[in-house]
Nanobody
Framework: QLQASGGGLVQAGGSLRLSCVAS????????MGWFRQAPGKEREFVSS????????YYADSVKGRFTGSRDNAKNTVYLQMTSLKPEDTAVYYC??????????????????WGQGTQVTVSS
């Protein structure tokens, strides 16, 4: 089970840090990803982080502004978001992938999903 938190309302240019806590003892065996879905749009990839946390991958739209990290001892993955823009407004979901195919940008490979946390960026 994945529980995402940290969303909220922030002005453009501001920052938020999302967290996602996983239950169970196999957290370090999963690649973790963040996806988002804005109203009327399809869910899109934001970032992924490998099992050890040593490798991350980002969508072009967030590269240089968002940073993913994880703490396997705490079963938690983070998404630090800075320089937020109104177009970042969406529900953000964390997800866990037991495989290791590709860079983690395809939602179809993820086995488990969190409930989502709303991020709203005002202009």
């Amino acid at each position: 089970q994945l529980q995402a938190s940290g969303g909220g309302l922030v002005q453009a240019g501001g920052s938020l840090r999302l967290s996602c806590v996983a239950s169970g003892r196999a957290f370090s065996r999963y690649r973790m990803g963040w996806f988002r879905q804005a109203p009327g749009k399809e869910r899109e990839f934001v970032s992924s982080i490998n099992r050890s946390g040593g490798s991350t991958y980002y969508a072009d739209s967030v590269k240089g502004r968002f940073t993913g990290s994880r703490d396997n001892a705490k079963n938690t993955v983070y998404l630090q978001m800075t320089s937020l823009k109104p177009e970042d407004t969406a529900v953000y979901y964390c997800a866990a992938d037991s495989g290791d195919y590709g860079l983690g940008s395809a939602s179809k490979w993820y086995d488990y999903w969190g409930q989502g946390t709303q991020v709203t960026v005002s202009s």
